[in-house]
């Protein structure tokens, strides 16, 4: 069995849900008792967004490149980031990785596929929402992705960083996001909604019927890595 490699900390409350998953995800496949191997490097999510926020973009490669590497040489057989905004820099630090890493944009474009959908709206930090790594993925596929207005966008990224990403869930902020989404929907014509800020699906759980699928990365992510974990080989 292959052992996970995890960078987490970006942010804590989605790193522990990321553990969760993970575990309850195994054993739905394995009935034997035993648990899953996994490594957990958890970084400075403040170091990480700061240099972001600066659009120092190859510090956050080094960076994560090196936390990356302290994986591998501790034993993981590949990996992931726990976190949508660092895929800004995927593409190099895959490229740079001693190990094999899943992206989170690919396993959602998969996700998104798989359901038939051509128009998807996202949701997460600014940095993702404004970043062109998730539409360079969608559009392979001919899915396009709509975003929120810039008004919206920065409520998001507000409510993001000042709350979520430090386990605070207001029903207000809820009921503000999903009215975002219902806006999406009617005047967009979006037939989903990409939640792609690990900490989105921590505040907008049991959404109910809305209308459109609401696709969590963080479980898309996780079914992903499970399923590469029990492979006898890692393409």
């Known amino acids: 069995m292959k052992t996970i490699g995890m960078i987490g900390g970006t942010g804590p409350e989605s790193t522990i849900e990321y553990y969760r998953l993970i575990i309850a995800s195994y054993r739905e496949q394995v009935h034997d008792g035993s648990y899953p191997p996994i490594l ?16 120092q973009l190859a510090e956050v490669t080094e960076y994560l490149v090196g936390e990356v590497q302290k994986l591998a040489h501790a034993g993981a057989d590949f990996g992931f980031l726990a976190s949508n905004t660092p895929h800004i820099v995927f593409n190099e630090i895959q490229r740079r990785s001693p190990i094999p890493l899943i992206s989170i944009v690919e396993a959602a474009c998969r996700a998104t596929r798989a359901l038939g959908l051509n128009t998807v709206g996202l949701f997460g930090t600014r940095f993702t929402m404004q970043a062109r790594f998730y539409p360079e993925v969608f559009s392979r596929e001919g899915i396009a992705l709509v975003v929120p207005d810039p008004a919206d966008q920065d409520y998001i990224h507000e409510k993001y960083m000042g709350e979520l990403v430090h386990g605070v869930y207001r029903a207000e ?44 990365t963080t479980r898309i992510h996780v079914e992903q890595a499970v399923a590469h974990m029990m492979l006898e080989d890692i393409a």
């Open 40 to 55: 957990l490097n958890s970084i400075d999510m403040t170091k990480m967004l700061d240099l972001i926020a600066a659009n």
């Open 173 to 216: 902020t809820r009921e503000r996001l999903l009215g975002i989404a219902d806006r999406l929907r009617e005047r967009e014509g979006i037939q989903g909604l990409i939640l792609g800020g690990t900490e989105l699906p921590l505040l907008l759980r049991d959404v109910g019927d809305r209308g459109i699928p609401f696709l969590d």
